[in-house]
């Protein structure tokens, strides 16, 4: 449930708490969201009485219901952390974030990650603003074993095989799009071939290449997750690839 306050006044939280009370809803989690929003996340065994309360609710002076639904990753998130995640309006798998909510993209992403079965997640983002950092990150957040099959993070890195227990479904497959692209081999595009066939959550790095130069398509996407210095950074892929094309 979240509300938009009109009148602030003394008790007012107070009020909704009682009333929640009396009908026997449990407040897991309480937050301000953005400004002059107020969020909750609410449980009760009975759906019954979440209707009555949408009811009720409806009929307060003091504030306008703003979202009253079963809860979505990004409602919990944004109870959990203040704001909620901006979100492109046209493509609805496309995430933004910006270099200080770091904490909030891992967060997000290690939600995502607990999830069970074949996931494509792209990032998007310039050189050193945090992506390969951030994968790690949430797949600590998410108990989950991150594997590189290729990678810049700290040296060139390009698998050709990787071992039994690298190949765990359940773990985390980093992949630097530009890397397995335009700098593999045959050997190597096979195992990324193994990898994304298998029921496993993979996250590529420069996703735009990596279709591109692949027989991929953003089909294949499940998430899209785009990561700025700044709001107004451009990603601009030309002034940073020719560096993967180098000898290092």
């Keep these: 449930m979240e509300y938009k306050i009109h ?9 909704i708490a009682s009333m929640l009370g009396m009908l026997g809803v449990n407040i897991l989690t309480i937050n301000g969201v ?5 969020g909750m996340l609410l449980e009760t065994d009975d759906d019954d009485k979440i209707r009555i309360l949408g009811e009720m609710l409806q009929k307060a002076s003091n504030i306008t219901i703003t979202a009253f639904r079963p809860p979505k990753l990004v409602d919990i998130l944004a109870v959990r952390h203040g704001r909620y995640i901006d979100r492109d309006s046209d493509d609805r798998k496309t995430f933004r974030f910006t ?3 770091l904490g909030l993209l891992v967060d997000f992403l290690g939600e995502v990650f607990k999830r069970e079965g074949n996931q494509v997640i792209g990032l998007r983002g310039m050189p050193r603003v945090g992506k390969t950092e951030s994968i790690i990150a949430s797949s600590v957040c998410a108990a989950k074993r991150w594997t590189f099959v ?3 993070l700290l ?3 390009v698998r050709s095989q990787l071992s ?3 190949m765990n479904p359940n773990n985390v497959f980093i992949i630097d799009g530009i890397v397995s692209t335009i700098r593999s081999n045959e050997k190597h595009y096979n195992l990324l071939q193994d990898i994304m066939n298998m029921p496993s959550t993979k996250v590529i790095e420069h996703p735009d290449i990596f279709v591109r130069e692949s027989g991929y398509s953003f089909d294949d996407f499940h998430i899209i997750i785009e990561l700025r210095n700044n709001p107004n950074e451009e990603i601009i892929y030309d002034t940073f690839t020719t560096s993967y094309t180098d000898d290092i």
């Design 7 to 15: 009148n602030n006044r003394p008790g007012l939280l107070g009020d």
């Design 34 to 38: 953005e400004g002059q929003r107020r």
């Design 99 to 101: 270099r200080d909510e």
């Design 150 to 152: 290729s990678s810049t």
């Design 155 to 157: 040296r060139q890195t």
């Design 164 to 166: 039994e227990e690298e």
